[in-house]
């Protein structure tokens, strides 16, 4: 019962943690931010700015509900895997959403392992 709890306690907290992160760094693009829009000039993404926020806190926010977290999981990870191709065709660091990326499949698999690994079998 104790180690059901422990893991109930991780995945609320990693779901916040990663939930927290993507969302404050979707709300930096969609403001404007210095330090984001700096990235987004180098790519050369400027005028898009405020979309890919508004999309990065879209996904993550569909992400963070369980009756949404299939497609959200989906969309973010497109996303990131994106905004990694874009990082490594400028000789970027991927990194940057690399490390975001592997937290939520990380949160994904403690969250519905099925995601993974397909529906448990009924066969005996």
């Known amino acids: 019962m104790a180690i059901k709890n422990l893991k109930?306690?991780?995945i609320i907290g990693l779901t916040s943690?990663?939930?927290?992160?993507?969302?404050f760094s979707g709300f930096m693009k969609a403001i404007h931010s210095q330090?984001?829009?700096?990235?987004?000039?180098?790519f050369n993404l400027l005028n898009s700015a405020t979309?890919?926020?508004l999309m990065e806190m879209a996904f993550i926010?569909?992400?963070a509900?369980?009756?949404?977290m299939r497609i959200g999981f989906i969309l973010i990870s497109c996303y990131l895997a994106g905004a990694m191709a874009t990082e490594l065709s400028h000789d970027g660091s991927m990194?940057?959403?690399g490390i975001p990326l592997v937290l939520i499949w990380v949160t994904a698999f403690l969250r519905d392992e099925s995601l993974f690994l397909g529906p448990p079998s009924t066969l005996k």
């Not at 943690?17 to 969302?23: E, Q, R």
């Open 61 to 63: 926010i569909l992400f």
């Open 65 to 68: 509900f369980s009756k949404t």
């Open 8 to 10: 109930k306690i991780i």
């Open 17 to 23: 943690l990663v939930t927290l992160m993507v969302s």
């Open 51 to 53: 979309v890919l926020g």
């Open 35 to 42: 330090w984001s829009v700096e990235g987004l000039v180098r």
């Open 95 to 97: 990194l940057n959403p």
